[in-house]
């Protein structure tokens, strides 16, 4: 059968090499829209069930909230394990599901059972889905600050007169003067204003530095209004006269001007936000003014109620025009509110307003996370959080180039910072193995050329490769496998495997040619692609099949080498379909002329040399190298029985993620001194270019931490500028000794892997011990008995 597709390709060799030039085409439009990530995605099916319960302790949401909708989710079709999680306020319930259970199968299944469990839930309680992502789909984040601090700092070392302002005769005298709208104005140089930024605050000359650098950068950002490039007198004054945008504005900012936008861009589940603070109106009722006046707490709930509301009337037709009448009754100011009838004085019959049994005003919502930025102070946060099975690089590219084109809209003196961006990763880990795979195909082609010592057999050996790799990433294009570190990973592994067939073939050929090189080319092609051919087949197909076993693999271990299993199995299976069809019929073009013999060529004349005495040893004393073979093998045991294991090396991210354990219970103000105190040692450390403080949660179903969970986002400087010989391993343990504060507990791990460890385990380290009982008071005793054993090991 073989031999006959080798006959029919070389006789229909036009045919032949259309085929291959529409499989490169495919395989190139394949190479451009094939999804690309770091490493493949190593979580679990999950739908997240977020639910609120405003004002509930964790006890009652646990008992009304949390325990009817794990037990309503345990008989979901192919869901494997539901954790529930009962905090202040809300509840979170985690479903996963089966490998290879499609996410909006399993959504559609949870809505579904929901419809059920709602009728036991509390009135009023209404459980939602959260957003359609993996456990790693924080893909990027950025921070929303303001030039205060900056201008505070501006205005210490201008104001000379001690009045709070900078006047204009305090400004620094002026570098140069350019022509601009036809007068004269007068600019200062970058370096002038860096150094009205070189204080001790932050402390620390690198941060200080730092500061001062983006600062620099921050005025020309916000404050060059006409956009010249330049600050002059005018843009310094403002700046440094800026009062601040406070956190409320800023919070306002990213809801409802820059989220909104960001979520309509295709791949963008969800942009949540956290830091700042949301407005809201505040009756603050007294009660004795209630009990004066016999009014109860419901009445009040119930008038607020009934006079936030517009009501629908009936059309009128007027002359020849017709109206519609409706009642507008939406409160929109505090003055609104503190109008609204509450009840009646039974002495005078006249109305009760709000305002005379409450207070009321603007006011923060209670807040359950808070963000700092490098320790300067707090900031708003957004997280993009990115759609399951979209291209992640590209998702993060329309975020950023989205982002660009709001910034024009932001008021003067508001900057957006990139606090963490998974884009870097993937680029640098996609470019690494790429030219990786572009080294081995040029030593390949050396190699080739060396031996063969004829250019156009060289060309025939190593086009296998790049028409096997392009017909690989085709049926990953297919089956849906994103390019990443491991399906390249398995593209790398076969190359070599892959030139073995149409070297050998070339090679019977150039025998054939040597033997009798006045015989027709075409018969000479076919005779010698048929003598090896079949065999060069099945061996190809023998190492595809040896990798199948891979594909048994389940849960995250098939997660991780299944995408290398396929790219391999793939590219080996097209390098086997081009040995038959596409090689013989190039052979027929390009193998013709001069070809040199063994004995002509240098090289192989040296490695015959040192072969032939080798193997001639071997076959003179079998016995002894079956034995040394043996020995061999029987001393590597014990050195491999020492070595450790773990299910894959650390993968260097190039980023950070500090995740110290605080004490239980700790307040929201005391939260905030320990996370811009842990910020500000961080951001010191020379190898330290931003740092992003987390405490609490985001508003997003996929953030379940407490307010005593501090999740520190550290984005590392390029690496070559880093002092020679130092490791990230090296900056974790400085940064280790630099933060040392009593009551925390420090974890230095990476984003992507702690996402990924939370989701498998619920447990944010690799190793942790899990308690369960009925009684929570026993539980945390027995959890501080073993704390206090393992600090022992």
């Known amino acids: 059968m073989v031999e006959k597709i080798i006959e029919s390709s070389v006789r229909n060799r036009a045919f032949v090499l259309i085929l291959a030039g529409v499989a490169v085409l495919g ?68 479903v996963i599901f089966k490998d290879g259970t499609d996410l909006y199968w399993a959504r559609s299944r949870v809505l579904e059972y929901l419809n059920f469990a709602r009728g036991r839930l509390p ?46 005769q305090e400004l620094p005298a002026p570098d140069d003067a350019i022509e601009h709208d036809g007068k004269r104005v007068a600019v200062y140089e970058k370096n002038t204003l860096r150094q009205l930024f070189l204080v ?75 830091g700042g603070f949301v407005r809201q109106y505040q009756v603050e009722v007294d009660p004795e003014k209630l009990r004066a006046f016999g009014i109860s707490l419901a009445a009040v709930k119930r008038a607020i109620q009934r006079s936030n509301i517009d009501v629908g009337g009936r059309l009128i037709e007027l002359g020849e025009t017709e109206f519609m009448v409706r009642g507008k009754g939406y409160l929109k100011s505090i003055d609104d509110l503190k109008i609204v009838p509450v009840g009646t004085d039974p002495k005078t019959h006249t109305p009760i307003y709000l305002s005379q049994v409450a207070d009321v005003h603007l006011g923060p919502e209670l807040r359950r996370g808070l963000v700092d930025m490098n320790g300067e102070g707090e900031v708003v946060t957004g997280i993009v959080v990115m759609r ?46 790429t030219g990786k795979l572009l080294e081995e195909m040029l030593v390949v082609a050396l190699i080739c050329g060396l031996f063969l010592l004829h250019f156009r057999s060289a060309f025939v050996a190593i086009f296998t490769l790049p028409i096997g790799i392009l017909m690989s990433f085709i ?14 990973g398995g593209i790398a592994i076969a190359i070599g495997v892959m030139v073995d067939a149409s070297i050998v073939m070339v090679e019977n050929l150039h025998k054939h040619m040597e033997r009798d090189p006045d015989r027709n080319q075409l018969q000479l092609v076919l005779d010698s692609a048929k003598e090896v051919g079949p065999a060069l087949f099945f061996s190809l197909l023998i190492v595809t099949v040896s990798f199948l076993p891979v594909f048994t693999l389940e849960q995250q271990e098939g997660r991780m080498f299944g995408p290398l299993a396929y790219t391999k199995t793939f590219a080996m299976a097209a390098a086997s379909l081009v040995a038959v069809t596409v090689i013989p019929v190039l052979m027929y073009y390009f193998v013709r002329g001069r070809i040199r013999s063994e004995a002509q060529n240098p090289i192989s004349r040296f490695f015959i040399r040192l ?52 004490p239980p219970g700790i307040s929201i103000t005391k939260a905030r001194e320990i996370l811009q105190q842990t910020d500000r040692l961080i951001a010191t450390h020379p190898q330290v270019a931003h740092v992003l403080g987390k405490i609490g949660r985001a508003e997003t179903a996929t953030d379940p931490a407490p307010l005593s969970m501090i999740e520190t986002t550290i984005l590392l400087t390029p690496e070559e500028t880093w002092p020679e010989g130092k490791t990230i391993e090296d900056i974790v343990r400085e940064l280790d000794e630099r933060v040392q504060i009593p009551g925390l507990t420090n974890a230095w791990t990476m984003p992507i892997k702690t996402r990924i460890d939370m989701l498998a385990t619920g447990i944010k380290t690799p190793v942790g011990i899990k308690l369960m009982g009925p009684d929570l008071e026993t539980l945390s005793a027995v959890g501080e008995e073993i704390e206090g054993l393992l600090s022992t090991l």
């Open 611 to 662: 072969y032939h005495p080798v193997i001639h040893f071997t076959l003179r004393h079998p016995v002894l190298v079956v034995v040394a073979a043996l020995g061999i093998g029987l001393a590597t045991l014990w050195p491999a029985s020492k070595l450790g294991s773990e299910f894959m090396p650390p993968l260097n991210e190039g980023d950070l993620l500090y995740m110290p354990t605080t």
């Open 27 to 94: 395989g190139l439009w394949a190479l451009f829209d094939t999804p690309i990530d770091a490493i493949p995605d190593l979580s679990d099916v999950q739908v997240i069930i977020y639910t609120e319960y405003p004002g509930q302790s964790p006890q009652v949401v646990e008992d009304q909230v949390t325990y009817p909708l794990t037990t309503a989710m345990l008989s979901v079709p192919y869901a494997k394990n539901v954790r529930g999680y009962s905090f202040f306020g809300f509840s979170l319930v985690y």
């Open 200 to 274: 001790e605050d932050p402390p620390g000359q690198v941060a200080k530095e730092r500061f001062a650098d983006d600062s620099v950068r921050y005025l020309h950002e916000s404050f060059d209004t006409n956009r010249d490039g330049r600050i002059d007198e005018d843009e310094l004054f403002l700046a440094a006269n800026f009062a601040g945008i406070d956190l409320a504005n800023l919070r306002s900012l990213q809801d409802w001007y820059l989220r909104y936008d960001l979520m309509s861009i295709p791949g963008v589940a969800e942009v949540a936000s956290v």
């Open 123 to 168: 009135p009023g309680v209404t459980p939602q889905l959260g957003p359609d992502a993996t456990g790693v789909g924080w893909v990027f984040e950025y921070s929303l600050t303001d030039f205060g601090p900056r201008a505070h700092v501006l205005r210490q070392q201008l104001d000379a007169n001690g009045n709070g302002m900078v006047d204009r």
């Open 388 to 433: 399951f099975g979209e291209n992640a690089l590209e998702v993060i590219d329309r975020v950023k180039a989205r982002l660009e084109e709001l910034k024009s809209g932001l008021p003067p003196g508001v900057e957006i910072h990139v606090s963490y961006d998974r884009s870097g990763l993937i680029e640098r880990a996609i470019d690494a193995l």
């Open 475 to 488: 049926v990953m294009r297919l089956v849906g496998v994103s390019a990443n570190i491991m399906s390249l």
